[in-house]
């Protein structure tokens, strides 16, 4: 599983069932559409899930837009906060 096709971590606020979720695990989502997840269950297969069965404990797609990207040093002679900056290039 790669990581960038599960930018979600999720956890699980359900009942527990043995043979799917287990409540408080945390799981490795993605937007399927509509709000819901998919992740690969207890079961091992991936299906799709609605958000009330979830809280959200970290979103890479969100966090991302959320923090500017600065690499330290300029390089290229580019001003902090340019695009140039910001890109690393």
């Known amino acids: ?11 699980y606020i359900g009942k527990t069932s043995k043979l799917t979720m287990l409540n408080g695990k945390i799981y490795n989502a993605r937007d399927c ?3 819901w997840y998919a992740l690969i269950d207890e079961t091992g297969e991936e ?10 404990v970290e979103d890479e797609k969100k966090d ?3 923090r500017p990207v600065y690499h330290g040093s300029r ?4 001003k902090s906060g340019s ?7």
């Open 83 to 89: 695009p140039m900056a910001a890109s690393g290039k």
């Open 1 to 11: 599983m790669l990581e960038n096709e599960y930018p979600i971590k999720v956890r």
């Open 33 to 35: 559409g509509r709000g």
């Open 47 to 56: 299906y799709a899930y609605p958000p009330h069965l979830f809280e959200v």
């Open 75 to 78: 390089q290229n002679g580019a």
């Open 64 to 66: 991302r837009r959320k």
